[in-house]
């Protein structure tokens, strides 16, 4: 991650991005996502790291490269895998608990919901 790379550099830093949503995220006290509150405590142990927005697809020399490469990696099939979020995993227990088994005939299943009352 860059701002672990960061971290060790005993000087002024900033790191850009175009990701808009990523940062906001970051901004959040109350994000539940491990990534973002492992970033959380990054930044705040290492108050020489500045986090920097820039819009994207304007002509950035840097960013455009990033993104150049970000699609090379996806191409590929880069083996970094992000985990899954909480709700997305909720979802699909939810679906799989609800369907049947194939040939399973007239045997019924109750309903669950996972979901905070």
């Known amino acids: 991650m860059t701002i672990e790379a960061a971290s060790s550099l005993h000087r002024p830093i900033k790191i850009w991005t175009d990701s808009l949503p990523s940062l906001m995220a970051i901004l959040n006290p109350k994000s539940h996502h491990s990534m973002v509150r492992e970033i959380q405590t990054l930044l ?36 970094f895998l992000l ?33 905070k009352k």
């Open 44 to 79: 705040l142990f290492h108050k020489h790291i500045h986090l920097r927005w820039l819009k994207a697809h304007v002509g950035y020399l840097g960013n455009e490269c990033a993104d150049q490469l970000a699609k090379e990696a996806i191409r590929k099939g880069d083996p």
């Open 83 to 115: 985990p899954k979020p909480l709700s997305y995993m909720k979802s699909e227990i939810n679906g799989s608990i609800l369907v049947p088994p194939v040939g399973v005939g007239d045997v019924t299943f109750p309903v669950v919901n996972l979901r």
